[in-house]
């Protein structure tokens, strides 16, 4: 069974970057979709980025858009979450999430996906 290991996260100032990352423990991301989610104290979680099976597609929320960039060709098993020019809003716990599948299309409902990381908590000052 793949059990999904987020790594990342923390408490920056506005303005900085992070990387968040998600690798594949028991087993291979291999034709899998990918997804990260946040949520923020008091809200509903929301989709921030997905990734088809094979790297070839990206679907990215309008409110992270041109500020975070979702890729899977790091390490190997690995997807990774490149955070820029964070703001205050931006603070919230983020989800990896994934399921197995045969299309190419990236999937943006969270109610796609089976597998799920523990989440990581992502705090950004003022």
């Known amino acids: 069974q793949v059990y999904l290991i987020q790594s990342g996260g923390g408490l920056v100032q506005a303005g900085s970057s992070l990387r968040l990352s998600c690798a594949a423990s028991g087993g291979t991301f291999r034709n899998y979709a990918m997804g990260w989610f946040r949520q923020a104290p008091g809200k509903e979680r929301e989709f921030v980025s997905a990734?088809?099976?094979?790297?070839?597609?990206?679907y990215i929320a309008d409110a992270v858009k041109g500020r975070f960039t979702i890729s899977r060709t790091g390490a190997p098993n690995t997807v990774t979450l490149q955070m820029n020019n964070l703001t205050p809003e931006d603070t919230a716990v983020y989800y990896c999430a994934a399921v197995f599948t045969r299309s190419s299309i990236p999937i943006r409902e969270s109610t796609e996906y089976d597998l799920w990381g523990k989440g990581t908590l992502v705090t950004v000052s003022s």
């Open positions: 990734i088809s099976w094979s790297g070839g597609s990206t």
